[in-house]
């Protein structure tokens, strides 16, 4: 069993999605993460914390750009985790580079299965970018200027919210189609029925207006996750014009985040070139 074959039973799909089983170098990666997150905090001016819920993990970090302009577009990002772990506070590494170029950086915190279930999580995210919108002005950015982007579930996530707020999406190493992860360990916890992939799974995230769109995969992270990402864009084909893709050469699902904070990178410059030709 390896990453070039299909994922066709119960353990070929375990294979697929066991990300740190397959990637042992996962966790070094979270801890590279986390440090140079670290930094970032304590260098750059920013808002921890923001709360807009009543629950602890329902908060917002915000990095403003150095000018209050009131017209900055900004980049909010989602966290993956399998709709399980993870944190913000990992991902602050990935601001600098949005930041220098003129970009807000807006990065948000969402209720955890199993305490909550998923449409619980899919309405937190909704309701976050919602409220940065409402309350752009405060922050220096422009409410007609948000760019969604989510990596692995979180780009789940940040399509349903930018599907909702009309605004353009960034999808990273992203998990659309359910089914698999319906019929894997992940769904042990029972989380998933039917109904629940129905409602929430890859024909129910659906471009609804004139944003844009960047699919991103590394070819390094194997055949089920660049499925992924293909047969959502084959998806969003039929609803927009303004689809593109990105298959990263030497990239896994770890060190494509990475790329995103990298300015020397296709997949910053991809990013970025969609933020800026975001409708005024």
């Known amino acids: 069993m390896d990453k070039y074959n299909e994922a066709t039973d119960r353990a070929s799909i375990d294979y697929h999605y066991f990300v740190r089983g397959r990637l042992p170098e996962w966790e070094s990666y979270i801890e590279q993460f986390s440090s140079q997150s670290a930094d970032v905090r304590q260098k750059f001016s920013y808002?921890?914390?923001?709360?807009?819920?009543?629950?602890?993990?329902?908060?917002?970090?915000?990095?403003?750009?150095?000018?209050?302009?009131?017209?900055?577009?900004?980049?909010?990002?989602?966290?993956?985790?399998?709709?399980?772990?993870?944190?913000?506070?990992?991902?602050?590494?990935?601001?600098?580079?949005?930041?220098?170029?003129?970009?807000?950086?807006?990065?948000?915190?969402?209720?955890?299965?199993?305490?909550?279930?998923?449409?619980?999580i899919v309405d937190d995210v909704k309701t976050a970018t919602s409220w940065l919108a409402t309350n752009a002005d405060k922050f220096g950015f422009d409410s007609n200027k948000i760019t969604l982007c989510g990596h692995s579930a979180g780009a789940h996530l940040a399509a349903h919210a930018a599907m909702d707020l009309n605004a353009n999406f960034i999808g990273v190493s992203g998990v659309y189609d359910l089914e698999p992860i319906q019929n894997s360990f992940l769904n042990d916890i029972g989380f998933l029925d039917n109904e629940t992939v129905d409602i929430f799974g890859a024909n129910s995230i659906m471009p609804n207006g004139d944003g844009s769109s960047l699919f991103a995969f590394g070819v390094e992270e194997g055949v089920e996750f660049s499925r992924q990402t293909l047969s959502q864009v084959e998806l969003w084909k039929m609803k927009s014009t303004k689809v593109n893709m990105l298959a990263i050469d030497n990239a896994n699902h770890a060190t494509i985040v990475s790329e995103l904070a990298n300015s020397d990178s296709n997949l910053f410059k991809s990013s970025l070139n969609l933020i800026k030709q975001i409708r005024s």
């Open 47 to 120: 808002h921890a914390d923001i709360v807009y819920g009543e629950h602890d993990r329902q908060k917002i970090d915000v990095f403003p750009t150095e000018k209050y302009t009131q017209n900055s577009p900004a980049l909010v990002f989602i966290h993956g985790g399998y709709w399980r772990m993870l944190d913000k506070s990992i991902f602050s590494f990935i601001a600098p580079e949005f930041l220098s170029a003129g970009v807000a950086v807006a990065l948000v915190n969402y209720r955890l299965l199993p305490d909550v279930g998923l449409a619980d």
